[in-house]
């Protein structure tokens, strides 16, 4: 039998994938051996998990290459404890840069002590507040070894990332671009964004051309293009650089772009010399269905997650009761928090859409295979093992989600697609 091994990377939200688990009812119809956790399993499995991006750009210095980074931690993935004010929250991040390999020449570090003060225990699992911090490193150009760590100090839990990253001697190339920055339009104060909640959004994107002499007369080309949605945006600039180092500021129009992820190119060329920088945003869902035909097909799979009979009364009345039951359905499994109910269904459905777009196995609808369910409760694995067909056993995968403890076996009996859950197994 062949073997190859592959790792995914968890897109969905972890916290999320506990509350849809949490809220999913033992008569919904998921079938047999599925198990529920509760929320609180949070504080004895999961790691405290955080953002971290490095943006590398020109510095007025001509020998040094100047960096910003950025790191957010979500409220959820951090564990609160009581006090006289409500609930707090401690940790602490540390940021080390080597030039070397064995991580003995230390040429940046900072520890950031970080506290987070709520007065309610609503907002201690809140997945849409973030506690963000950066700062700015002035380094040479050339390869760094970068050591990030998180202690939670409620907790004593730890977690750590170590990466490379380049940073650039920008000035060295006839032209060059330095990474790209996405904001909000007009705000380029806080931490970039990587999603977007509607359409009618503007991004700005922020990013230098360098060139090794000025002025100069360049070509800028942007295009925001996804390989899930036939939407793109595809628009070249001409322009004179005055002098070697130029900040642009470029407008994104999101209006024609329909919901899903996002790579933003942009590139520049100067004679037969081209750079290029990359960026990601995703479009998420921002309205309730319009039709009654979109409502109900938005309905169905819900039946993971809630017993049959709710989702039966959802599809009945008018229009305008059934868009209501819908949304006082999320507003209930979110606490009445509006924010989460927003984000939780956000989340269900973009992996509907992934599933439905993914995961059909000769299904009309992906959310109806096995591997559909699994990715809807549980959002994206953590790992996934291929196996190939052999000479007398057909093709499967396993489905790794460490954190939760669980592994999922599915088997192409009939060489189709239609990967059909044959195992499900508590691991380490």
Not at 15 to 38: D, E, H, M
Not at 257 to 271: A, I, Q
Request: glycine content about 6%; aromatic content about 12%; some cysteine.
């Amino acid at each position: 039998m062949n073997h190859k091994s592959s790792s995914v990377l968890t897109g969905g939200s972890l916290a999320l994938s506990v509350l849809l688990i949490g809220l999913t009812f033992a008569s919904s119809g998921c079938g047999p051996g599925l198990k529920t956790f509760p929320p609180s399993l949070k504080n004895t499995l999961f790691q405290p998990r955080f953002g971290f991006f490095i943006v590398n750009y020109p510095s007025p210095v001509s020998d040094s290459s100047v960096a910003d980074f950025y790191s957010r931690l979500r409220y959820d993935d951090v564990v609160f404890e009581r006090n006289d004010s409500g609930f707090a929250a401690h940790y602490q991040f540390s940021v080390s840069v080597f030039s070397d390999k064995g991580l003995t020449d230390l040429k940046y570090s900072k520890i950031f002590d970080r506290r987070i003060q709520v007065p309610s225990y609503a907002e201690t699992n809140s997945i849409t507040r973030f506690d963000t911090l950066g700062d700015r490193m002035t380094l040479e150009p050339g390869k760094y070894y970068i050591v990030l760590k998180l202690l939670d100090l409620n907790t004593g839990t730890t977690s750590a990332r170590e990466f490379t990253h380049d940073f650039k001697n920008f000035l060295q190339d006839p032209v060059s671009i330095s990474d790209v920055l996405l904001f909000h339009s007009p705000d380029t104060t806080g931490i970039p964004i990587t999603a977007i909640k509607g359409r009618e959004d503007t991004l700005l994107a922020d990013f230098y051309v360098t060139t090794k002499d000025a002025p100069a007369n360049i070509a800028l080309r942007v295009v925001a293009k996804s390989v899930e949605v036939p939407t793109q945006i595809d628009t070249t600039l001409n322009l004179a650089l005055s002098s070697r180092v130029v900040h642009y500021h470029v407008p994104i129009e999101l209006a024609s772009l329909e919901p899903g992820p996002y790579v933003l190119r942009v590139s520049v060329t100067r004679g037969k010399d081209k750079s290029s920088s990359e960026a990601y945003f995703s479009i998420t869902r921002s309205e309730m269905p319009t039709l009654p035909a979109e409502l109900n097909a938005d309905v169905d799979p819900l039946i993971y997650i809630a017993p049959g009979n709710i989702v039966a009364q959802l599809k009945k009345g008018t229009f305008e009761q059934r868009k209501e039951k819908f949304v006082q359905f999320w507003l209930a499994r979110a606490h009445g928090d509006s924010a989460l109910a927003v984000a939780m269904r956000e989340e269900f459905y973009k992996r509907v859409d992934y599933v439905n777009n993914r995961l059909r196995g000769g299904l009309e609808s992906g959310w109806r295979s096995d591997q559909g369910r699994i990715y809807i409760i549980y959002g994206p694995p953590d790992q996934v093992d291929n196996h190939d067909q052999g000479f007398n056993s057909p093709a499967y995968q396993i489905w790794y989600y460490y954190n939760l403890h669980l592994e999922f076996v599915f088997v192409d009996e009939f060489g189709t697609g239609d990967y059909r859950l044959v195992q499900e197994s508590q691991i380490g």
